[in-house]
């Protein structure tokens, strides 16, 4: 295991500690949730923000790492176990709704998709505050061109304009193509990065936009709107692209029925900051941190479909940052 004290590591960190409110003006209830590691060096930062170890909460699943996590714990409150086990616990106990959550997983993010949904549900926001969202997980591991179509195509069946996805979906895959330059060993091809970028943030459009505000302020995902009203237009998208044969490039196809579905329903959640990051690993594993600024809206106003827009026009506008493994930042925006 290495250590996270490293230079991209350590400017990620940073970049998050930038990303959130400089202070928080929280009195005695849990502030923020994360994965301390062995090393917990993330609290000391939180600590020049203001807040107070037994207002974190941090989540260690590996049995073999939580002893020393808990050596180190300084005074915050530790869980064994993933983000997603830890809600049940808290959202029983009434803890007051989280403002932030880090998640920087060891793997890809598609098996860690429970913990992010748990992440939203204890952070969606009561009042009028913002709540934070970073994921950081392994970009290499296979993103098939497949993968890639069906995201995009999720997009492309709920935004309007055919030309303006194409020519935008171009510019965020040039600079991932910038990005790859500068790799020592760019195993990952640079489309592979976008497409899973295009994979979460769908999930950021669910997570978001399904979310309702529960029992006690936390939130309840509206599984029953996915699965009745959001998988038949997904199904639909991935039945025309095994039809349609395996090509080399990005094939996009657009299904009215997810446009007309998402019509349907309106979201109480709306983001309005996103960074994304590429780095290495000091084992050579390439990674991506995203991180995702969200308040509370009044419900009726915005419908999934702009929520969809919105997040889709987050990705396009926001620079891509690259750091080089000596922690040097490069700033894509093309
Ligand atoms: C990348 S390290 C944490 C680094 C630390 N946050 C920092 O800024 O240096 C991730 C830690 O979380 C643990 N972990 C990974 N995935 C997890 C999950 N889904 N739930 C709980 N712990 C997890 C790992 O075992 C590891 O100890």
Redesign the pocket.
Known sequence: ?HS??NPP??K??DA?MDFLPASFDIDRAPVGL?????????LDHYARKGIAPRQLIG????VA?LPE?VRNARGIRVIA??????APILMRERIAPIRFA??????GYE??VR?ILAALRLTAPCCDDSSDLAV?SYAARGHSLRDGSLHASKFRSTLDDHEMVYTQLRMMERRYEIAATMLANPYARPYSHLRRELGFMWWMVMGLGLMDIGRHGYGAFDTKFLSARISPGIDAIELRLNGNGHGEGLRLVREPMLAMAMEERTTILWPTAFRHILYYSPSGQPMQAWFLKYWRIEGGRYSLRDLCRQVWDLAVRTPLTFISADGMDVTINN
């Open positions: 295991m996270h004290d590591k350590n990620v960190r998050w994360y994965l301390p590691g062995a090393e917990n060096l993330e989540c260690e699943r590996d790492i996590v176990g993933a983000p997603a086990a830890a880090n998640l920087d997983f060891e793997g098996t860690h913990d950081t």
